[in-house]
């Protein structure tokens, strides 16, 4: 048989949007709400850019950014954590109960804090790995494991934050809060850690496929565990952080925020997969900030509180509707200057 | 081409293959077995404990009224295990409830003559909220937890700005008695409600919808979507039925609680994950592919006797959240155990090793004119 | 194998029956916990009546007292009335011109504060007219205390407000917020719920919630005998007005000898019926004890579905609780958190910019609605939804009665 020549097909460069991967076009869409919202907001007479505003819309990505950034995590190694909410009462509960008012106990109380969250995230680990469950089952059910504890110990505030911790709330460096910065200090260890650490990598192959990694000689226990660790010791944090806003830990602050759900949107918003193995948190902060501009500004505009909810609502569906079909987050090649290297992501 | 078995073969014929294997007892217990199987038995057993905890309840006329207040979550979960059991999630159950309840509380009114333009324009609103739901998931590509989200904040943003956060009032009476009254007069119980009513029918068109083409197209797409495409499925189509269905059910549900709860926004709230906790105590697998519809409703039972129980027990309602977070990792455990080996019969009931492999038949020479094989280059 | 995974399942469905069979152990793991706790048969999760967190003897006492107490002012306007106590001098924030007030909303997540709202913002629109407000920016805090601490930041630095207007989600959780409100030198007047400093220039509430406590439970109690039980449905825990509530009225059962057990209901009308059908299904049930009246309607059809008698029953003066008792004339009381409370920050903002002294801490009246006075508040609210309060105290306000009939939200 012949071989004839096949000629490379005529390549055609794609146009700039389409080459654009998911994380990109989340910063592009954040743009494109900041753009859309300075504009309304000053139809109501004020400046998105003044420094109670820019202040107002950062401290909202606080929280939630700390419970978006575990919640990338367990989700690209495939599981779900639903029992944040839960996570973050018990955290400031622990936290203000140690603590109790004295400066000296800060630090234990920060550490005993995040020392029961991390067994809770323990928990829910050998939950999904040990007995096989499902994390939507698991984290739920953890999760409600939890609220009966704290429904039948605690009713009411408990414990108390001293002063010095309550300033972490509060303290701002111009227009941007401590706490955000905590928070994007954190993002940045997530990304280095999934980027750069063997955890990480193995973390996206899991995620990717449990059955291929497990023959490739990753221990695939590992990973699903470290994730949940992590999201609980993060949602901890957000606990932590209620608790020195609200000066006194409290069982049910957690519930109030939505936490669950809106943590695993801002997730998918980013671009992660829900299925797992693709995504990155550079992604959610951009859609956990998205969530945070176009709260900031419906507030701004004083729009009804159940109107506010049909648009956050409908964002979310549309804004994943979107890209759904994109392509999924570049991650850098690990060997760039193999003549065979392919850079995944590229469009179809 | 000649063939093995043509003229010259024995007029053998083989056995036909046996529809079933073993007997329908062994069937049975082979399917208690199983966890779709084995959330019966726990509802049994659940049944049990509360009678014993408090004897009237075994009364024929208060199990029946048992039934139909639990009739709601019973037709809720047979919805979602139509979406679950195609490797999907319905999280806006709980919104569509409520409303349909606001809606039959601020249409209707007193206004007796309206009931039935309102209940068709209910039902039509249940249908567009599942194809909005499915087609966003299938054609949009948005996974359906995202989907079902969004669509649970909008819509119960949009209930609650419409009336302004609290409906109207009730409805009338004769609406309300499709969810508080039923067929009188009945011997033994006295009074059959018609949410009973409702939910055999609807588990019996369940049952029935299951044995269709539909139903064994729906658990393939569950399974293996691709495979099932491939197949000639349209993927699209058999998922977006399934949240018809699945809203439809709430639409029912909602229905029956105008009557059975009145009209408030809030009837129906975290239907959702009830109805998700009481597929899986059903044996489902979430990701789909396997389960049995009856099971569902056996979960949602199952589900409203343990806080029964709890009640009757004296258990501290804030203790409740906790044991059902316990009973639910438990019960998915179990049921991912009991898939993941097999639906294996134990031993005991597995029937002994009566039928040898059927006898090869001889070989049969070819015909004594050999040139006519094929396949010669 | 399959053997052993086979009677293992039924073996743990069985553990699980047993376990939740065992109550007396998880109570006992409450009990643990409070030193001072009450020994008996208390089945009841944490601690209760008098040795509840929430009660206080002091504040009991207090409200006892001022259930009684004269009112200032005239009984037509009763969200004007108030105790007489210490006044605050506003001299300082004499001031003409329109002002613009910045309210920090906790939430309009119920009829009560959807109920309130409206006439707030009907209350503005006479205030608006008169050149007293100039406007009024809201931020919704959805039931959120980070939200409601990030709302009442904003209105600090970029809200330009002459008067912070807060109606605080949690007591403790918005003390660091408030403070610093009052810090910035511009008058504060918190509402509904309050906060743990008095910084404020006035604390405008009702009376408060061991005075509802009190007012429910004797009327019980002067209904029902010794040893009757009455099931307490409790909307949500933590809250302190509504903890207030129910701390008074199991003091007052307990040391009547009331059987009292109480739920949260989460004020789902599904989840009432159950309760009460379950409680029905163990025994009688002489009495309903409600901290909120949502769902009062549910609770008094689970009587009726149950062939049961009525029960003696306190609701609230929510329009649902008012038709259905006077429908079923069952023996009951409305108590009332004087929903009027609503209009009163607006008009005590017009008193501070006038210089007028207004009270530190505003108690205004809080008058249950008796079987008497029921018809007449009927009547006057007729055409009105069923999520609407009959004390809203609007009835003189521009847009009545169509904007609470209609219930538009601002």
């Known amino acids: ?128 790995t040990g007995l096989g469950v499902h994390g939507f089952i698991a984290t739920l059910g953890m999760g409600l494991i939890i609220s009966g504890y704290l429904a039948s110990n605690y009713q009411g505030n408990y414990g108390s934050a001293p002063r010095s911790f309550q300033l972490v709330g509060i303290t701002l460096f111009g227009p941007v809060p401590l706490s955000t910065l905590i928070m994007l200090g954190c993002a940045g260890v997530g990304v280095l850690m999934l980027n750069r650490t063997r955890l990480g990598h193995h973390i996206y192959a899991v995620g990717g496929g449990r059955e291929v990694s497990r023959m490739s000689g990753v221990r695939t226990h590992t990973p699903v565990v470290a994730a949940h660790v992590l999201c609980s010791v993060l949602a901890g944090m957000a606990g932590l952080l209620l608790l020195s806003r609200t000066s006194v830990g409290s069982p049910t602050i957690g519930n109030q925020g939505g936490y669950d759900l809106m943590s695993i949107a801002a997730v998918v918003l980013g671009g992660t997969l829900l299925a797992g193995g693709r995504g990155s948190i550079v992604g959610t902060i951009g859609g956990v900030a998205i969530f945070a501009v176009i709260d900031n500004v419906m507030s701004v505009m004083e729009i009804n509180s159940f109107l506010q909810d049909v648009v956050r609502g409908l964002v979310i569906v549309i804004a994943v509707a979107v890209y759904a079909r994109r392509a999924i987050p570049r991650r850098a090649t690990r060997f760039p200057d193999r003549a065979t290297a392919v850079t995944i992501g590229d469009t179809p | 081409m000649s063939g093995i078995g043509t003229a010259d073969a024995p007029a053998t014929r083989r056995d036909a293959l046996p529809e079933h294997h073993g007997s329908i007892t062994r069937r049975f217990l082979g399917g208690l077995v199983t966890p779709g199987g084995a959330v019966f038995v726990l509802a049994l057993v659940l049944f049990a404990a509360v009678v014993a905890s408090n004897p009237a309840f075994g009364e024929p006329d208060r199990m029946v009224r048992f039934l139909a207040r ?166 699209w189509w058999v998922k977006t039925r399934a949240f018809i269905l699945s809203s439809m059910s709430s639409t029912v549900a909602g229905i029956i609680l105008v009557g059975q709860a009145g009209v408030h926004p809030s009837v129906g709230q975290g239907y959702e994950f009830i109805a998700i906790t009481a597929v899986v105590l059903g044996g489902v697998v979430l990701g789909g592919g396997r389960g049995w519809v009856l099971s569902a409703a056996a979960g949602a039972i199952a589900l409203d006797l343990l806080f029964t129980l709890l009640n009757f027990r004296e258990v501290p309602s804030t203790w409740r959240d906790t044991v059902q977070g316990v009973i639910i990792i438990a019960a998915v455990a179990l049921s991912g155990r009991a898939w993941r080996s097999g639906n294996k019969l134990p031993r005991m009931l597995r029937r002994p090793e009566a039928d040898p492999e059927p006898p090869i038949p001889p070989a049969v020479p070819p015909p004594a004119t050999g040139s006519q094989s094929a396949g010669t280059p | ?147 409601q601490i990030a709302d009442i930041d904003y209105f600090i630095k970029e809200g330009k407000c002459d008067i912070f207007i807060i109606s605080p989600n949690s007591t403790a959780a918005m003390t660091p917020a408030v403070q610093r409100a009052c810090d910035t030198g511009k008058p504060v007047v918190v509402f509904d719920r309050g906060v743990e400093t008095d910084c404020a220039t006035s604390y405008i509430h009702p009376i408060g919630g061991f005075a509802w406590g009190i007012d429910t439970a004797d009327f019980l109690v002067g209904n029902l005998e010794k040893g009757d039980k009455v099931v307490a449905l409790r909307i949500l825990p933590g809250v302190d007005v509504l903890e207030n509530r129910w701390a008074a009225a199991d003091k007052i059962f307990e040391e009547e000898g009331i059987e009292a057990v109480d739920y949260f209901t989460g004020a789902d009308p599904a989840e009432i019926k159950k309760i009460i059908s379950d409680e029905l299904a163990k025994g009688d049930v002489q009495g309903i004890w ?121």
């Open chain 2, 70 to 235: 639990s009739a709601p979550i019973a037709i809720i979960a047979m919805g979602q295990y139509f979406v679950i059991v195609a490797g999907e999630f319905d999280l806006s159950m709980g919104a569509v409830i409520a409303t349909q309840v606001v809606m039959a509380g601020n249409l209707i009114g007193q206004d007796d003559s309206r009931i039935l333009p309102v209940l068709v324009a209910m039902l039509a609103v249940g249908v567009l909220v599942g194809l909005l739901n499915g087609m966003a998931t299938t054609l949009l590509g948005v996974p359906s937890f995202i989907v079902t989200l969004g669509m649970m904040l909008a819509l119960s943003g949009l209930v609650f700005y419409l009336t302004g956060g609290a409906a109207t009032g009730n409805p009338t009476d004769n609406f309300r008695s499709i969810g508080r009254s039923g067929v009188e007069d009945v011997p033994v119980i006295d009074l059959l409600p018609y949410p009973l009513v409702i939910l055999v029918v609807l588990a019996v068109f369940a049952v029935w919808l299951m044995r269709r083409p539909y139903g064994r197209t729906l658990i393939a797409t569950g399974d293996n979507p691709s495979s099932a495409a491939v197949s000639g499925a349209t993927v």
């Open chain 1, 1 to 128: 048989m012949s071989t004839s020549t096949v000629s490379p097909p005529t390549q055609r460069r794609a146009p700039v949007v389409r080459r654009l991967d998911t994380t990109q076009l989340v910063y592009v869409a954040l743009l494109a709400v900041i753009v859309v919202g300075t504009v309304l907001t000053a139809m109501s007479g004020r400046s998105f850019f003044s420094s109670g505003n820019i202040a107002s819309v950062l401290t909202l990505t606080s929280t939630l950014g700390f419970v978006a950034i575990g919640q990338t995590l367990v989700i690209l190694v495939g599981s779900l954590d639903l029992s944040v909410p839960y996570v973050i009462s018990l955290a400031s509960i622990v936290g203000g109960g140690v603590m109790n008012g004295e400066e000296s106990m800060i630090v234990p109380g920060v550490l005993a804090a995040l020392g029961v969250c991390a067994v809770v995230g323990l928990a829910n680990g050998l939950v999904v």
């Open chain 3, 290 to 410: 409600m901290d909120a009246g949502d769902g009062a309607v549910a609770a008094i059809e689970a009587f009726e579905d149950a062939g049961a008698d009525l029960p003696v029953m306190t609701g609230e003066d929510e329009m649902s609780f008012l038709r259905k008792w006077e429908e079923t004339k069952l023996t009951g009381l409305a108590p009332v958190y004087s929903n009027f409370q609503w209009r009163t920050p607006l008009l005590a903002a017009q008193k501070i910019f006038a210089g007028e002294e207004v009270p530190a801490e505003w108690v205004l009246p809080q008058v249950p609605i008796t079987e008497e006075e029921r018809s007449e508040f009927l009547g006057a609210n007729e055409g009105m939804p069923d999520g609407h309060y009959a004390k809203f105290g609007g009835e003189d306000l521009p847009g009545y009665p169509e904007v609470w009939q209609k219930r538009q939200m601002p």
């Open chain 3, 1 to 147: 194998m399959a053997t052993r995974k086979y009677l293992s399942a039924l073996a743990a469905a069985l553990a699980f029956v047993v376990l939740t069979a065992c109550g007396s152990t998880d109570d006992s793991a409450t009990v643990e916990e409070d030193s001072s706790s009450q020994s008996g048969t208390d089945q009841k999760e944490g601690e209760s009546g008098a040795d509840s967190k929430w009660f206080d003897q002091a504040t009991y006492d207090e409200q006892d007292e001022q259930r009684d107490a004269t009112f200032e002012g005239d009984p037509e306007k009763p969200y004007l009335q108030y105790i007489d106590s210490e006044m605050r001098d506003t001299a300082k924030f004499k001031s003409s011109g329109a002002k613009k007030a910045c309210f920090a909303n906790a939430s309009i997540s119920n009829p009560w504060r959807q109920t309130g709202w409206i006439t707030m913002n009907q209350q503005l629109k006479v205030l608006q007219q008169q050149k007293v407000i100039s406007e009024m920016e809201t931020r919704d805090a959805k039931d959120d205390d980070n939200t």
